[in-house]
């Protein structure tokens, strides 16, 4: 059994998560703007809460690219650009051409049992991603695309890059946030190609699924260029 001090441990790594998982979905929302400034000092009493797992959470979103640390200001709220998102589109789409390609011939191949089984999951949440996306609801939209595309990289069998499309998943929607609040009504503006790309991967057609993503990301681009450009 574990003493005091491993329990304490324990507690205090789970409150900053669960501080981190908050302030990522505030900036999510939008709730928290690009270059906001606050103190650990702020964030502490926001949430009632000790200064150690505000600190601990603020560096973890920092590594994550969501904050910028000043040791005079304390944090901001990052801010990307359209040039940044450019760079997040290629490289997510690098991770995801060879994702389906394993999906499809490898020892992850879709008509496996297993990733069958998962795939379908996948496709249930994908249903909701569309419905959002389909009544213009941002927030609802988010949540179900990151869990989404996170269950999809998990069936590549790597971790390590699950972790990094998961991380490029959210830096994408902090930078587009910003955008995308400018238009008062986003019914059908979003993408909610979902269940069309799934069903690629469960035919096993690997070329559908890297042309559907790629005609995302070509639309999320000029949406996103033509709300900056005004």
């Known amino acids: 059994m ?5 329990n304490g441990a324990v507690t205090r790594s789970t409150l900053r998560q669960q501080i981190a998982e908050a302030l990522r979905d505030e900036v999510l929302s939008g709730r ?3 270059g906001q400034e606050f103190t650990v000092k702020e964030i502490a009493e926001q ?6 797992p505000v600190r601990e959470a603020l ?16 944090f901001r709220v990052h801010e990307y650009s359209v040039h940044d998102f450019r760079g997040m589109v290629q490289a997510r789409g690098l991770v995801t051409d060879g994702m389906f390609q394993a999906l499809v011939d490898g020892d992850t191949r879709a008509d496996h049992p297993r990733i069958a089984t998962a795939l379908a999951g996948v496709r249930r ?3 909701e991603a569309q419905r959002a996306a389909a ?15 996170r269950e999809l990289g998990a069936l590549f069998g790597n971790p390590y890059l699950s972790d990094f499309l998961h991380r490029l998943r959210v830096q994408s929607w902090v930078c587009t946030v910003q955008h995308l609040r400018r238009l008062s009504d986003l019914r059908g503006v979003l993408w909610a190609g979902h269940t069309e790309l799934v ?3 469960v ?5 559908a699924a890297r042309a559907i993503v790629h005609a995302y990301n070509a639309h999320s681009l000029e949406l996103i260029e033509r709300i900056a450009a005004g």
Do not use: F
């Open 125 to 127: 949440r994908g249903e």
């Open 32 to 34: 928290l703007q690009p």
């Open 203 to 207: 035919r096993r057609d690997a070329e």
């Open 135 to 149: 009544a213009g609801d941002l927030t609802v939209l988010i949540g179900y695309d990151l869990r989404y595309w």
């Open 59 to 74: 560096v973890d979103l920092s590594a994550q690219g969501l904050l910028d640390a000043d040791q005079h200001r304390g």
């Open 2 to 6: 574990p003493g005091p001090s491993g």
């Open 47 to 52: 949430y009632g809460v000790s200064a150690t």
């Open 199 to 201: 069903d690629s991967l």
